[in-house]
C-alpha cells in the first residue's frame, strides 16, 4: 500500500484535494486508504494481508476509524443476460447513496418506520460507493467483490442477479467478515441451506411465491388441474420447482411431469411438444430471465393457450416474473399469472416515495430489482445507525429480527433465525389492455406477509458465527 | 407414438434450422477458410434488422398517461396505425416477413464491408489471427447493439395469420392431436429453398466453379485471369445476406438480444465441422442429424434411461462422428487440418 | 543459450515476486488481482505449451482446469486443508484426465481436433452443471461445509464454528501469501516451459508444427509426443484450477464453459502464440481489463477528467463510458482488433519490433560514425 501511494504520486494524473491524492490507477485514495497505507508501511511490507484482522489496529475489516466517509460496493451485473437488470439495480444504489446523503428528496427516508437514519449519511460519515461486474458468474462476482474489500475498502456489498452468484457472494463475504445485502436472488437455498450470518436477503423466495399463488390458482383455476412442470436445470428451478408442486398438490392439483430443462437451450420445442398430448392443463414455467421469455413464447406459438384439456382452457403459469421479463415476451405474457417482489404500481406510502424518486431522476419506473437494493442499501444503513457502529457484528444484531414498515410491501421482518424478509407478496398478472409501456403487470393480489411465512427449520443451514 | 412423431418435427425444425444458421459458416470457414468468430454476430445483426424495422414502423405518437405523475408513461400508437389503419396494422403485423427484405441490402453491404475492410488481409494469417479479429468484431458488433437496444430480449412476433397451429396430423392423415406451427413449418420450407438456392448457385454455375477451384488453388486460378479476389467478396456478402436471413426468421422463435449470435456460435462450427469441411451437403447433414437427434434425447423415456443426455448429445454424437469418419461427414481431404 | 534463459527467468520472476509493490501504480495492487495475474498466466502458459508449441488448438482446456478446481475442493474436504496435497492430486487427475481426452481427439488435427476437444469440455460443463450436481454442486459451486469429514485435521467444525480454510503447512493462504503461494509455482511452471522449449522434446514440437507430414515420413511417430504435451499443458490447467480454489475455495462449473477455454486462447493469441512470455502477458491484459475497466463508473470517470474543461467533460465522459464499466467489452474487443490489425503475432511481435527500431537506431548511428572515421 505504502508502495502504491508513492508510485500514484509519480503518475502524472495526480490531482491534489482535500482528501488526500486522487490518480489513474487507484481512484479512491482518500484520507482513510492512505492512512492504512500508513499503517501497512509501520507494520512491514513483508506480509501485508488484507484479510489477516486486527491489520491495521481495528477489530474489523475496512474498519472506516475516524474517516470522514466510508464506501459502499454495489456488485451488479453489468454484461451477460441480467444487464439490464443490473443497470436498473445501480440506478437504484446510487439514488439510495444521494437519499442517505441528504442529497435529493429523500425517498423513502421520509416513510420508513422505524427510522434512526439521520440524513447525513451514516453516524455521520458520507458515503461513497464503488460498482464492479458479476457478469453473472460467481467467479467474475467473488473477483469483484474481492477487490471492493481488498481494495476500495468497501464496508458492505450488495446487489447482483442470480442465486448463484448470491451463494458465492455471501460465502465470500463470511469468510472475509463483510457483510453481503443480497440483491435478486429467489432460490431457497440463499436463506435456507446456504444462510449465512453475513448474509441478509430482503427479495422473497420461491417457497413464498408457491405459497401466494396456492390461493389464487385454487380461486381461478380449482382444485382438480393437472400440471406439466418445465424446469431450468439448476438448483434455484428445482427449489422452485418443488416448492410450486408441494403448493399445488396441496390444492388437490396433480402433477403430470417434471422435466429439466438445459439453461439457454434458446429452443424449447422438444420440450413442449410432450406437453401438447400429455393431459396436462397446466403448464408451469420454472424459468428466469431469457429461459422463460423464450419458453413463454415458444408455448404460446405451439398453441398451448388456445387449448382445451379435459374440458378446461389450458392455462400457462411464470411463479417468478419480472416487468423486464414481461417487456421482452411482449404479448405472450398478457394473462399471465405468476408472482412479483414488487410493483411500482403499488399504492403505499413508500413505494410511491421511491417511485416518485427514481422516476424524477431517471425518467422511467424502477423494476423490482431496483426496488429491493434500494431498500437493501438503507435498510444496511440503518442498522449501522441503530447499532451506533459499523463493527459487523453489531450491526448484524442490529438486523436480526428488525421489524420495519413505510417500504414498500407493508410491515416487514428481518427474521434472524434464517435473514430472510417476510413481507406481503404480489401476485400478478401480465396486463392485457396496458395504459402505458411501463404498464404491464396486473397486481391481482397482495398476499399477506402471514401466508408466506414459514419454519425456517424446513430447509436446514447453519448461520455460522458473528465473528468471522 | 404422436409423441415420436412429434419429435421427428422437432427434429427435422431444428435440423433445418442449425442447417440455415450454418450455411452461411460453411461458405466463410468451409469454403474460404477463414476460421469466422463473427459468424454469429452476423446472425445477431441479421435479427437486429428486424427488430430496426419493428422500430421504424412503429414509431408512435406518444399519448401521455396522466396518471402517472412521477415520470413520462405514454401509450403508444403507431403513426401507421393512425394515417392508414388497418394496413398499417397490416404493415406493422407483417414486420418480420418484410424484414426478410430490408435485410438483404443491409446485410450485403454489412459483408462487404466487412470482407474488404478487415477479412481480406486476414486470408493468408494464421487461423490463430482470424480468431482473434473475428473474434473481437463479434463483441465490438454486440456491445454497439446493447448500446442502443439494451441486453434484453426484444419481441419480434410472426405475423398473426401465421401465429396458430398446423393440424399435420390430419393432414397426413394420422391423430388429430399432431399440431405443429405454421413459423415453424415456413422456417424450415424457408430453409429448404435457402439452402437448395445455395447449393445450385455454387454447384451449378460458372461462378460457383470458380470459386471452388480458387479455394483448391487460389494462385493457378488468378493467374488465368479471374479477378479471384472480388469472387470471394461476392461470397462473403452471400454468406453474410444468408446468415442475416437466417437471423431475421429465428425472431419470432426466440426474441432477439445482443448475445443471441454467441449462443449459436459454437453449435454452427460443431454443424460445419461435423458435416466435414468445405462440404455444404455435409453441413445441411450434420444440422439435420445433430436436430433429430436433440430431439429423441430431449424425450422424457429418453432421459429417465440416460439422465442428462439432452444436455451433451450434440457434443457426443460430434465426437462420435469425428472418430467414425476422419473428416466429418463428407468433408474434403486436406481442408483445414493443419 | 542456457544462460540466457536462466537469466530470463530469473527477471520473470523478479517482476513477478515484485508485483505487490508496483503493481499499485495501474490499479492493479490488490491481492485478488495479483492471484489472476499468477493463474491465469500459468494456465496461458500451459496452453502455450501444446497450442504455441505444436500448433494444435484445442478449444477444451478449460475443462481440465475445472477438473483441477474440483479436486482440489474435494481434497479440501475429504484429506486435509493443507493446499500440497490439493495440489498434487489436482494436476495429477486433470493429467489423467488430459491423457483421455487427448488419446482420442489427437487422432484428428486440425480443425477436426479442436472441435472434438470442445465437445469434451462443453460434456464436462453440461454434465457438471446439472446431472453431477452431487459431485460439483451444479450452478452454486463446490464449497465447504461444516460437515466435511476431513480425515486429517479434524472432521467438521463446531456448531456456529468458522470454516476453516486452505493453508500450506500452517501458513494462511489468504491475501498476499495465496499471491506468493501462485506467484512461485508461476515462475516453476514458466522455468519447465523454457526448457521444455529448449529441449529436444520441444525440437521435435516444433517440428510437428512446421510439418507433421514430413515428420511422418521419416518413419517418426509422432504421437506421443503430441500426446505428452497435451497432458502436460492439461496438468499446468488443473494445477492452474487447483490454486484457483486454494486462494479462494469454490469451484463453479462455469469454469469448464466454452467461453472460458476461449479466454485462454484469446490470453495466448494476444500475448504472442509461441512465445514464452507471449501468453503471461496476455492473461494479465485480459484479467486487468475485466476487473479494472469493468470498476470504472461515471463518477469515478468524471472524477479523472476533471482537468477538462467543463464542456469538454460534458461531451467526453459520456463516450468514454461508453468503453468502461458496462461496456469494458467493447475495449477489449477493440483490443483484440487493434492488436491482430497492427501487431500481428500479438503483444510479444510489438516489443520485438520495438526492440529492433531502437536496435536499428543504434546501429544506424554506429554505421554512421563508423562511415565517418573511414573519412
Redesign the interface.
Known sequence: MFFKQQAGLHLILKMSTKQGVKTLGDMKVNRRSFMKGTAVAAAGVAAPSFFTRNAWGADFVNNPGDAKSVTFGFNVPQTGAYADEGADELRAYKLAVKHLNGEGDGGMLNTMKPLSLKGNGVLGKKIEFVTGDTQTKSDAARSSAKRMIEKDGALMITGGSSSGVAIAVQNLCQEAGVIFMAGLTHSNDTTGKDKKRYGFRHFFNAYMSGAALGPVLKEEMGTDRRAYHLTADYTWGWTQEESIKNTTEALGWTTVNTVKTPVGAGDFSQYITPVLNSGADVLILNHYGKDMINSLTQAVQFGLRDKQVNGKQFEIIVPLFSRLMAQGAGDNIKGILGSTNWNWALQDAGSQAFVKSFGQEYGFPPSQAAHTCYVQALLYANACEMAGSFYPPEVIKALEGFEFDGMGNGKTLYRAEDHQCFKDVLVVRGNQNPSSQFDLLEIVKEVPAEQVTYDPAIFGGELGPYKA | M??VF??L???L??GG?YALIALGLTLIFGTLGV?NFAHGATFMIGSFCAVTLQKLLTMSQKVR?E??????????VPYLEIWFGDTGRALIDWTVPLALLFSIPIMLAFGYIMERG?IQ?FYK?????Q???T??????L???V??YF??????T??PDIV???AHVGAWLGMSD?I???W??LIYFLFAAILIGGVFAFLNMTTFGMVVRAGMADRETVGLIGIDIDKKFTIVFGIAAVVTGLAGVMYT????P?Y?IGM??L?LS??VV??GG?GSLRGAVAAGFLLGIL??FA???EV?SIL??I???II??V??VI??VR???LM?REGV??? | MQMKDNILVAIFAAVILTMPIWAGAVGAGYPDLLQKFAIFGLFAIGFNILFGFTGYLSFGHAAFLGVGSYTAMWSFKLLSMNALPAVILATLLSGIFAAAIGFVALRRSGIYFSILTLAFAQMCYNLAYSVLTPVTMGETGLTLAADDPRIFGGAGVEAGGALPSPDFFGLSLSGYNGFYFAAIILVIGFYISVRLYRSSFGLMLLAVKSNQNRMNYTGLNTKPYLLSAFVISGMYAGLAGALMVVIDPLAGAERMQWTASGEVVLMTILGGVGTLLGPFIGAVTIKYFENIFSAFNDAVLNQIFDFLPDFIQVIWVPFASLFVGKGWHLTLGVLFMLVVIFLPGGAMEGFRLLKEKLFKKNEDAAETAKAGGTE
Do not use: C
Request: glycine residues 8%.
Open positions: 404422436e409423441a412429434l419429435q418435427l422437432n427434429g425444425d431444428k434450422a476460421v398517461d396518471s402517472v405523475t412521477f415520470f413520462e408513461a405514454y401509450k403508444e478487415l488481409r494469417r494464421t487461423h490463430a489471427e480468431i482473434l479479429v473474434f473481437g468484431l463479434a463483441i465490438v454486440q456491445e454497439l446493447k448500446a439494451g441486453a434484453n430480449p426484444i419481441p412476433p410472426a401465429s396458430g397451429s392431436a399440431v405443429y406451427p413459423w415453424r419470432p422463435v426466440l426474441p438480444d448475445h449462443e449459436f459454437v462450427f460443431v465441422v461435423v469441411m436433440q430431439s430431449s424425450m422424457t432421459k439422465p442428462g439432452d444436455q451433451i457434443y457426443l460430434a465426437v469425428l472418430l476422419p473428416r466429418g468433408g483445414m487440418e493443419d
